[in-house]
């Protein structure tokens, strides 16, 4: 039997192309994405432009523009229209911009950059609104990047399970991926992966607490936000009381029907929101190299 979701966001119900002033929003899946088309981000954005974009992000979670060329400023400054941009804590930015991450694959790497579903950062106390990652270089194939929605993840949980998930919060860290013994310090992965430079750090055993399920500060919506690289475990349990749910709500969180999936060209740029997506970069494409540029601008304190 076929499962049709309904989507959480106000999202048009025919799922049709939809024209305003010159941009058109195109979306590409029935739970989450869309291209946006008839808008050039490295030229200066019009505040009504803007607002569209931002618009489109509320409504799609994660949009697409292809064709895109923007030089390091220019992205910046895309980023600076929706906030402040964060610097990564342990991942190095490009050359003389710290606030632009470097994800890239050599063609000699086994792993990737962003290879295990999640979202940007929760181990910090204001996780990232959003992201902005652009397309410098591509494989002929794969490397395609899917995303899915937190809002179904959360809606289509039973009445029982959300009202005991509303009550809880959970403990985040970095530490499982960029601590000292996390898995980006371990010798097989420093081999594996010369492309993207990590810092394992100290700093990356602190920890953050966050509801379980947060409400997204300008939509209202309730949005599941546990994510199996960050999250450690229920705020007042063990790891081992956590693991079992958590694992069936990792699980849950990215059931196909809440998921799109998006093919990168060069040039090509999405931007997230994080607040209510997960997303998942796909590494299927040895011996070939990929690099994208990411801005990450800034978020609030989870409610
Ligand atoms: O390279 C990608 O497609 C996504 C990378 C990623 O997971 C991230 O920027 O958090």
Redesign the pocket.
């Known amino acids: 039997m076929a499962l049709v979701y309904q989507t959480a966001v106000a999202r048009d119900p025919a799922n049709t192309a939809r024209v305003t002033g010159g941009v058109e929003v195109r979306p590409i899946a029935g739970a989450l994405g869309a291209e946006i088309h008839g808008v050039d981000l490295g030229r200066e954005l019009d505040a009504d432009t803007i607002v569209q974009v931002r618009q489109a992000l509320l409504e799609h979670l994660v949009i697409f523009f292809r064709d895109q060329e923007m030089t390091p400023e220019q992205h910046k400054a895309l980023g600076r229209h929706f906030g402040e941009l964060m610097t990564h804590e342990f991942v190095e930015g490009i050359e003389g911009h710290p606030e632009i991450?470097l994800?890239a694959k050599e063609k000699g790497d086994r792993y990737?950059?962003?290879?295990t579903w999640?979202s940007?950062m929760t181990y910090s106390e204001k996780p990232p609104l959003g992201?902005i990652?652009y397309a410098k270089e591509v494989p002929t194939y794969g490397?395609d990047?899917q995303f899915a929605n937190m809002y179904l993840a959360y809606d289509t949980l039973s009445d029982q399970l959300r009202t005991t998930l509303d009550g809880l919060r959970a403990v985040h860290s970095a530490s499982r991926i960029y601590g000292n013994a996390g898995k980006l310090a371990t010798l097989d992965y420093q081999a594996g992966h010369r492309g993207t430079r990590v810092s394992p750090s100290d700093l990356a055993e602190k920890t953050a607490e966050h509801p379980v399920v947060r409400t997204h500060p300008e939509t209202g919506r309730k949005a599941l936000f546990v994510n199996g690289i960050f999250t450690l475990r229920f705020q007042g349990m063990t790891e081992d009381e956590s693991c079992p749910l958590l694992e069936h709500l990792y699980r849950h969180a990215v059931t196909p029907e809440f998921t799109c999936r998006f093919r990168?060209e060069k040039g090509s740029i999405?931007f997230w929101d994080n607040r209510a997506v997960q997303?998942?970069?796909i590494n299927d494409y040895p011996g070939q190299r990929?690099v994208?540029h990411?801005v990450t601008i800034a978020g609030d304190r989870p409610r």
């Open positions: 991450m994800i990737n950059f962003g290879g999640h940007d992201s990652l490397g990047t990168w999405a997303h998942y970069a990929r994208m990411r």
